[in-house]
């Protein structure tokens, strides 16, 4: 009779404490609870607009502590004022090494450490794309300098100290314009096909010492950046106007890629809920590189 009540009391407390921890899942990945960064440190380029203010705040959000890491010296103090006592702004042009280097030991001087990079920073390049015979071959240069060796530069830095921890989430953004040819000047496609390859070559290193790199390809999404490429397109149009131009390119009914999204994206790969994850591109596009549809003739237009 003991050892029956006492198989009954053990089978009670593995399932109440299964219960329990289903309960701690549901409300951390449901409730909407903000630690999933929570003492994380978190260093992102280009973040004082567009994508990079985004997941700035939304790390923010979730209890990260934040350096704002942007060569404009206006915008970039104005992010980190708004969001708080949890970011601080450093001068960084990615060009330049030193700067980059500069930011992440920022990053350790303030708070001891650093959890998280995210290589953010880009450009996009002439607007109107060239034909290969009339590209410039300088301005061909610029892109790669800021899209890829200002990336490596990052890398590089955030691997110098999350080595002796042996631990760290190392973030890039890509873009779909790096999955399907044709959706971006040469220099802006090349660059951004070049940085899933170059996570999964990293990938081979650093996932030796407990380090994870992945990368993100959002589609267009109206940031001041894509308005303004755009908008060198149709003059005439309002802001409004041209947002809606952007947000038309989707697929998905019923939805329209956000910079919330990209930040979202951001924030799982940083966070322990992606511990087993690294080597991949996260592709936030609404499915518009999974497919592309057969356009048939009508029958009155096969006679």
Known sequence: ???????????ATLANDLLQKRSRFYATT?????????????????????????????????????????????????????????AHYTECDVTVEAQVADAVNVAV??????DIMYNNAGIPGPSI??????????????????????MIAGIKHAARVMIPVGSG???????????????????????????????KSLASELCKVG???????????PTPMVLAQIGKFYPGLTQEQIVGIVNGFGELKGAKCEDIDVAKAALYLASDEAKFISGQNLIVDGGFTSFKNLTFPSPDQTA
């Open 211 to 221: 380090i994870r790199i992945n990368c993100i390809s959002p589609a267009p999404i």
């Open 129 to 150: 794309p060239p034909s290969i015979v009339d590209l410039d071959l300088d301005e061909f240069d610029r892109v790669m300098r800021i899209n890829i060796r200002g």
């Open 169 to 199: 989430s190392i973030l890039c953004t890509s873009s779909i314009s790096g999955v399907l040819g044709g959706l971006g000047p040469h220099p802006y496609t090349i660059s951004k096909f070049t940085i899933p390859g170059v996570v």
């Open 1 to 11: 009779m003991l050892r029956t009540l006492a198989r009954v009391f053990k089978r």
């Open 109 to 114: 001087a303030h708070y001891g450490k650093l």
């Open 30 to 86: 449901v409730g909407g609870r903000s630690d999933r960064l929570e003492g994380k440190v978190a260093l992102i380029t280009g973040s004082a607009s567009g994508l990079g203010k985004a997941t700035a705040h939304e790390f923010v959000q979730h209890g990260a502590q934040v350096i704002i890491a942007d060569n404009d010296t206006k915008l970039g103090p104005q992010v980190a004022k708004e969001l708080g006592p949890s």
